[in-house]
């Protein structure tokens, strides 16, 4: 064996030895690195297993298809009400307004965030009218709705429930329904619960902390 | 001669007493009004919402047994509470306070319910509202609308 092949072997040598540290390295800090600690002190209710949605078929306020490939892509807050609510869905809708509006989630919200409010009174609830209650909030918020039996799909997955009182002598009705606001990851995956009475910083900072925990897990 | 006398004088006291009533009403509601917050809405919202602390000043129960406000079509009482997991309203016929009790109207219990607006309403309007007692007292109170954060 000459000099320069003996040279060249040890040159391989160190080269197949630097790049097997260098893989073991990487294998043991991706691959078999440890899950991320499901986060503490956290007022949401983290879900102790994603639980991904199936089909439905909504409109949102321009008319738009308004389905599960649209919760896709970004982190979605869901609030479900309706316009004639007194009470909780402007106070919801509020604090929606003020997570959106933290300093916290500035970079976020122009790329990764959407805000919806699914108002589940289809019969008085119209494209147009959700669209200029929805966009007194924030002009980035969505309103959809759509058909009862496509709401009811989206509905008893979540386990989102609500009810019809009779209407009154003027024609007027109350819709009963959950207070709880419901966090999507991008993936489709319902991830969180958010119930009353609800706060826009310990949604903010529950929220930074469950995308976190779920971005170290993927 | 003396009994007619007697009935004239009872009669003159009662009217005195009735007009010292009216008076006293007058400069001293048997309810006070207080920290009265209506929240913006959206200017499509066929429903608004007041929140504020009642204080019943008198020495009797006083019931509130309708609102009426001229910037709105109909304003009613509402409870709002927990129902089989779902935020549930119900419409209260009337609101009795006890002497010398105060009640709080705030998120999440007891509002007004504001229904149907004249025309829409945004912050710095004044609302009118007139609460009339079982009584028949009438208490007038005017607040701005506010954003509420």
Not at chain 1, 24 to 49: C, H, M, R, Y
Not at chain 2, 133 to 141: A, D, Q
């Amino acid at each position: 064996m000459s000099e320069t092949n003996q040279k060249s072997n040890s040159l391989l040598i160190i080269v197949v030895a630097a790049i097997s540290i260098g893989v073991g390295i990487w294998v043991s800090q991706t691959a078999f690195k440890a899950p991320a600690a499901v986060p503490k002190n956290l007022e949401a209710t983290l879900l102790d297993k994603s639980k991904p949605l199936t089909a439905f078929n909504l409109i949102d306020h321009n008319n738009d298809t308004f389905n599960l490939d649209s919760l896709k892509g970004k982190w979605s807050f869901l609030f479900f009400g309706f316009t004639h609510c007194p009470d909780v869905c402007p106070l919801a809708l509020k604090v929606m307004q003020n997570v959106w509006k933290s300093p916290e989630l500035k970079s976020l919200t122009e790329t990764n965030l959407k805000m919806i409010f699914v108002s589940v009174d289809p019969d008085r609830d119209k494209p147009k009218l959700l669209k200029s209650y929805v966009q007194y909030y924030n002009p980035k918020f969505i309103g959809v709705t759509g058909k009862s039996n496509e709401i009811d799909k989206l509905t008893n997955q979540i386990g989102i429930l609500y009810g019809f009182d009779e209407p009154d002598e003027n024609g007027d009705y109350n819709v009963m329904h959950s207070g709880q606001i419901i966090l999507i990851d991008p993936k489709g995956n319902m991830r969180a619960v958010f119930s009353p009475p609800l706060s826009p910083k310990s949604i903010t900072r529950d929220f930074i902390a469950i995308q976190k925990f779920v971005e170290d897990n993927s | 001669m003396n009994k007619i006398l007697i009935s004239l004088f009872i009669f003159i006291a009662s009217v005195n007493t009735a007009f010292a009533e009216i008076a006293n009403n007058k400069t001293q509601p048997s309810l006070i009004f207080k920290n009265i917050v209506i929240p913006e809405a959206p200017p499509v919202a066929s429903v608004m919402v007041a929140y504020l602390n009642i204080t019943n000043n008198s020495n009797t129960k006083q019931t509130i047994t309708k609102i009426t406000s001229p910037q709105f079509k109909r304003v009613e009482i509402h409870e709002m509470s927990m129902s089989n997991g779902m935020m549930n309203m119900k419409k209260m016929k009337n609101l009795a306070i006890k002497a010398k009790q105060k009640i709080s109207l705030e998120p999440g219990g007891l509002h007004v319910m504001l229904i149907k607006p004249i025309k829409p309403l945004i912050k710095g309007n004044t609302v009118e509202l007139t609460f009339m007692l079982s009584s028949g007292e009438l208490n007038t109170i005017n607040t701005q609308v506010q954003i509420v954060d």
